[in-house]
């Protein structure tokens, strides 16, 4: 019998496989976390301030305290993820050693470096990054993301980006497939990624790493509307625990994340939920504000 | 992973759905979410009876938790279909950074070793007499069991494209039915 191996490619990929279909949600205490647990959440996003706190509140973005990311692990049985800010690998060595499921190397906190991404290849937990585009998602899995996730605007609740984002990923997912195989290298120059990963996703039609959707997702139909679209699964931020009722909310959102096709099912878990939180709309939004153009 | 080794597969979410399949593999995911989905779109009832009138089903890593008929460290409301005669155990590796891959032995397949990924992965905590064990960790820890109709393992053979764990299940389950 051969050894054991950690840290593989095809484990840190595999988790993100057993997300599928699934809602991440976004927590601050450890009772937020029992509560998306138990609305059928398959994995928690721990982290101090949910993204339209962030917003507000302004000022540098970090990542959380080690206390409160433990008091989640403890709560909850599901996976943990939490936030590193982009290009801060020693936040990522610290939650590799808190034994979070998964890092988010994420746009919401403040960037630690406006050139280069954690090298994730380095780590055994697996990461997830954000991406507006097919290039951005192909150069963060050559930097080792074993799961991407369309950016969107956290914080506003307005889906129009994360919308504006997953379109442009599986479009630039159509083109590539219906290019000439000599096309495909002026397409990798275009895109920005390594021609191997472009001839990949040319041959197979979708991205080598399951793709959730997130930012701006906030009721039910904005979560089943990600699924038509082709999204794996989907994150919510602020939408759960900055509206009028977090409990149905998020029950409600599983609820449409999996019976996304129906809209029987879409109809009848849209009502009573109470207040959704309050939008932002991203056009009112000054550029220097807007979370998802931190990334390269 | 079905399509490779030729046999037709349709997603089951409905008590109708589950009426038309020859066999059910239930998959990995998060064990709690399945059982409250379940639950939630009156599949639990129709699962289980189906499970004891003898529908051939296969459970990995979430789905063997699922057919257990006891579970440690699972959460204080989950509940399990039932029908394997054992113990078993959720995230007995510890996190994500424990998850690992390995080969292993496995009775009643041939050819070498199983390629196998273990997530967050269940182990068989302790098998009743009805159980049968298939294989083993190194360390002595159960990861396969059958019981009359039923086949669970801890780990995923799909994610090495291991086909061979699908094949027996496919082979001893559903034809021999």
Known sequence: ?296 | MLERIGVSSSKVRTPSELAGVDGLILPGGESTTISKLARIFDMFEPLQAAISQGLPVFGTCAGLILLADKIIDGTSDQETFGGLDAVVRRNAFGGQTESFETELAFEGIDGGPVEAAFIRAPVIESVGPKAKVLSSLPNGKVVAIRQDNLLGISFHPEISGETRVHEYFVREFVESK
């Open chain 1, 1 to 296: 019998m051969s050894e054991s191996t950690t840290g593989t490619s095809r484990v840190k990929r595999g988790l993100a496989e057993m997300l599928k279909g699934g809602v991440i949600m976004d927590v601050v205490t450890p009772d937020q976390a029992k509560i998306a647990e138990d609305a059928g959440a398959v994995a928690v996003m721990a982290l101090e301030r949910v993204p339209a706190d962030i917003r507000a509140q302004g000022g540098v973005s970090r990542m959380s305290d080690p206390d409160m990311i433990d008091g989640i692990i403890a709560a909850v049985s599901i996976p943990v993820m939490a936030k590193a800010r982009i290009g801060h690998f020693v936040e990522a060595q610290i939650l590799q050693s808190l034994k979070v499921d998964y890092i988010d190397e994420s746009e919401v906190l403040s960037p630690a470096d406006f050139v280069n991404h954690i090298d994730k290849w380095k780590f055994d937990v697996p990461f997830v990054c954000g991406a507006t585009n097919l290039g951005e998602a192909l150069r963060r899995i050559t930097e080792g993301a074993a799961m991407i996730r369309s950016k969107g605007e956290a914080g506003t609740g307005d889906v129009s980006e994360a919308m504006k984002h997953i379109r442009t990923i599986s479009g630039q997912i159509r083109a590539l497939s219906s290019m000439a195989e000599d096309e495909l290298f002026v397409a990798a120059k275009e895109l920005q990624a390594p021609y191997e990963l472009v001839k990949e996703v040319a041959t197979t039609g979708k991205l080598p790493v399951v793709m959730f959707t997130a930012g701006g997702v906030a009721t039910p139909a904005d979560a089943a509307l990600m699924m038509q679209l082709g999204a794996d699964g989907v994150f919510v931020g602020s939408g759960i625990f900055k509206s009028g009722n977090p409990i149905e909310r998020a029950k409600a959102i599983v609820k449409a994340t999996t019976f996304f096709n129906d809209p029987d099912v879409l109809a009848s878990v849209s009502r009573g939920l109470g207040e959704a939180m309050v939008g932002i709309n991203v056009s009112d939004l000054p550029a220097p504000h807007r979370l998802s153009e931190r990334g390269w």
